[in-house]
């Protein structure tokens, strides 16, 4: 018998996200319920079994319940790639490219990631915060309850850690869970155009340092590209990185094959995200170390590219996570209900993959599979109540928002 100050009940359908306490891959339970006690799971299973395995303490002699009125209940879905924080837009720049004008040719004529950069270093961080916080309430109403966002439109020493700053300050103003990751070779600002190699040192004398003595940041990211930065530089960023703690995740083989995959495995990254151009070999290495593929399919649709090639990474046994790649520029979306339908319809994932790579595989993706990803016992009580038929209509329906009720450690959080 079990201690809990919460039952949600009358569960529909719920998908765990652990095959050994339910059918399937998915651990899907049918007229289920789950126990939680000051946050954290403490049973899951049939609601017939309930009263037989859960029962109210003594400091709480009646138990709070939620009825999830038949609702399907799923894992609260982890963002593991976004750039949330940033000031100004760029729909101009989507009109070029529905002219034919490329990421790369609209970068080259100052727009892009450093028309973004004017922009938020422009901003102040209550600015910042103002802008950011409709974003989260969006992200939370279609399921998001854990998100990773990166700095990196700053460039500066400053502007990196007023955006970080920023990313502390939003974790304690909402309930969506926030962990920061420092990204400040993102792009070489202007300043340092021909010059990356002296950049890349202040990256890792100047900025790192100052983020890292203010325990501003969790990870550390590198836009590893033709163009930006190399993978020699990557390594050089990222192991100085680990040095000061911070768990490599970073943007590999977007748009070149440069070996982005290879070095995600040989740093032992959590993740390496992106992919379309990565061999099928370095992605099997990143399997052999322990390295989640994060794959942005939203990325691929909203700027015309092909998608990474999904199935080819998965039969080499790879850990695959989807993210949703917010940002400014190439990404102006936070749903991942879409980019489930978008990876199942157009890299042709199975829906089981594709629920996994926004919980669980999201949630490997920062290191938090001990802790959130899926409704088992010990880790958070972070659930979903959708209004679907089962939990595979999710990426079925698209264009709607399926989450009726979000639950973030164990308080109803929306509506």
């Given at each position: 018998m ?18 050994s ?13 789950v ?17 037989v ?14 009825d ?24 101009q ?26 922009a938020?270093?422009?901003a102040?961080l ?13 992200a ?69 340092p ?19 930065f ?15 703690g ?16 290879e ?7 959590l993740?390496a995200?992106?992919?379309?151009r ?5 992605v ?7 390295v989640t ?17 999904a199935?080819r ?11 949703s ?22 890299m ?23 802790e ?28 709607v ?15």
């Open positions: 079990v201690t809990a100050d919460l039952v949600i009940g009358n569960i529909g359908q719920l998908v765990t996200g652990e095959p306490l339910g059918e399937g891959p998915l651990g899907v339970v049918e007229g289920a319920a126990a939680a006690f000051d946050g954290r799971i403490v049973w899951v299973g049939r609601e017939a079994d309930l009263d395995h859960v029962a109210a303490g003594p400091a709480r002699p009646r138990m709070d319940r939620i999830a009125r038949g609702a399907v209940a799923l894992p609260g879905f982890v963002d593991s790639h976004t750039h949330l924080i940033f000031a100004g837009s760029r729909e720049e989507y009109a070029l490219r529905a002219r034919g004008a490329s990421y790369q040719e609209i970068a080259a004529a100052g727009g892009g990631i450093l028309s973004t950069v004017v938020t270093r422009a102040s209550d600015e910042l915060i103002n802008l950011a916080m409709p974003r989260l309430r969006a939370l109403a279609h399921g998001t309850t854990t998100m990773e966002i990166k700095s990196g439109y700053g460039l500066a020493t400053a502007d990196e850690i007023k955006m970080l700053e920023c990313a502390r300050r939003l974790e304690e103003l909402q309930p969506v869970e926030i962990h920061p990751t420092f990204c400040g070779a993102h792009e070489v600002p202007p300043a340092y155009r021909g010059r990356s190699d002296a950049y890349v040192d202040l990256v890792i004398d100047e900025m790192l100052a983020v890292a003595e203010r325990k501003l940041a969790r990870y550390i990211d590198v836009f590893c590209e033709e163009g930006v190399s993978v020699d530089q990557a390594r050089r960023i990222l192991e100085s990185g680990a040095r000061w911070l768990r490599a995740k970073f943007h590999a083989d977007e748009f070149v094959t440069l070996g982005g995959a070095l995600a495995a040989e740093v032992r990254a993740s995200d992106h992919l379309l990565a061999r099928v070999e370095g099997a290495k990143m399997k052999e170390a322990g593929a994060t794959l942005l399919p939203g990325t691929a649709f909203f700027l015309g590219l092909p998608y990474a090639p199935r990474f998965l039969e080499s046994g790879v850990r695959m996570a989807l993210a790649d917010f940002n400014p520029g190439t990404c102006m979306g936070l749903n991942l209900q879409l980019v489930m339908t978008m990876a199942v319809s157009q042709k994932m199975s829906p089981e993959e594709a629920l996994l790579g926004v919980t669980l595989h999201g949630a490997w993706a920062m290191g938090l599979e001990s959130v990803g899926s409704l088992t016992p010990g880790k958070q009580c972070d659930l979903l109540l959708c209004d679907v038929p089962n939990w595979r209509y999710l990426s079925y329906s698209y264009g928002n399926h989450v009726s009720r979000v639950i973030k450690r164990g308080v109803l959080v929306y509506p």
